[in-house]
């Protein structure tokens, strides 16, 4: 697959997505915790808004702590720009060659997928990630290290993707569709019915 093309794909379905929201759900909560979907789409936008030195400069006031310096900026950005704005500026970057510091074109497809679905899955939004977005994502998010970031514990958890032929870990089945995994692994508690097995509970949020 073409790492680029996808992710100047997921972007362009996704911006078309928001261009379409009514404006009351963009102050909904997703599923990044204490994000609504503003801050998640001004998140998503940084990159393109943001000069390297004003990111630095960022980072500076924020302790050289990049979650925090992140948080002040979705949270500004969500007030300084209109909904319409996010989405048109998400639109207008489809094809932009960022990527993470120190990652490849796969962080970027990540960032823009796991995000993405931040925002439809919290809001009930019927999209599901083509299976190949999906499935170049899974093996390096099921890796120690990514699962240490992210604060997750599959001891005793295998998972089973139930759209696709993937699976990872060892232990009582969890079960559910591979962009659902996927949001498991990235720290996500997603809504009740989304994952099924023993360990569904330990994914998904409290009611």
Same mark, same amino acid.
């Given at each position: 697959?073409?790492?680029?093309? /996808?992710? #100047?794909? *997921?972007?362009?379905?996704?911006?078309?997505?928001?261009?379409?929201?009514?404006?009351?759900?963009?102050? *909904?909560?997703?599923?990044? #915790?204490?994000?609504?979907?503003?801050?998640?789409?001004?998140?998503?936008?940084?990159?393109?808004?943001?000069?390297? $030195?004003?990111?630095?400069?960022?980072?500076?006031? #924020?302790?050289?702590?990049?979650?925090?310096?992140?948080?002040?900026?979705?949270? /500004?950005? %969500?007030?300084?720009?209109?909904?319409?704005?996010? /989405? #048109?500026?998400?639109?207008?970057?489809?094809?932009? $060659?960022?990527? $993470?510091?120190?990652? +490849?074109?796969? /962080?970027?497809? %990540?960032?823009?997928?796991?995000?993405?679905?931040?925002?439809?899955?919290?809001?009930?939004?019927?999209?599901?990630?083509?299976? *190949?977005?999906?499935?170049?994502?899974?093996?390096?998010?099921?890796?120690?290290?990514?699962?240490?970031?992210?604060?997750?514990?599959?001891?005793?958890? *295998?998972?089973?993707?139930?759209?696709?032929?993937?699976?990872? +870990?060892?232990?009582? $089945?969890?079960?559910?569709?591979?962009?659902?995994?996927?949001?498991?692994?990235?720290?996500?508690?997603?809504?009740? +019915?989304?994952?099924?097995?023993?360990?569904?509970?330990?994914?998904?949020?409290?009611?």
């Amino acid at each position: 697959m073409d790492v680029r093309a /996808a992710t #100047a794909a *997921e972007r362009g379905e996704l911006a078309s997505l928001l261009a379409d929201l009514p404006a009351d759900r963009w102050d *909904e909560p997703t599923l990044c #915790a204490g994000w609504r979907v503003r801050e998640v789409v001004a998140h998503m936008t940084m990159p393109y808004r943001l000069s390297l $030195p004003r990111v630095a400069l960022g980072m500076v006031r #924020a302790g050289g702590r990049f979650n925090r310096f992140a948080d002040r900026d979705a949270r /500004a950005a %969500a007030v300084a720009h209109s909904p319409g704005e996010l /989405a #048109a500026l998400l639109a207008a970057n489809v094809d932009h $060659p960022w990527t $993470p510091p120190g990652s +490849g074109p796969e /962080a970027a497809l %990540a960032h823009d997928v796991i995000h993405g679905l931040d925002v439809t899955v919290a809001l009930g939004l019927d999209r599901r990630v083509p299976p *190949e977005r999906v499935e170049v994502l899974l093996t390096d998010a099921a890796r120690p290290r990514a699962l240490k970031y992210f604060g997750v514990d599959l001891d005793g958890v *295998e998972l089973r993707a139930d759209d696709l032929s993937w699976s990872s +870990g060892a232990g009582a $089945p969890l079960t559910g569709a591979a962009q659902d995994l996927l949001l498991a692994l990235s720290g996500r508690r997603l809504p009740a +019915g989304h994952l099924r097995g023993e360990p569904a509970a330990r994914f998904t949020a409290a009611s």
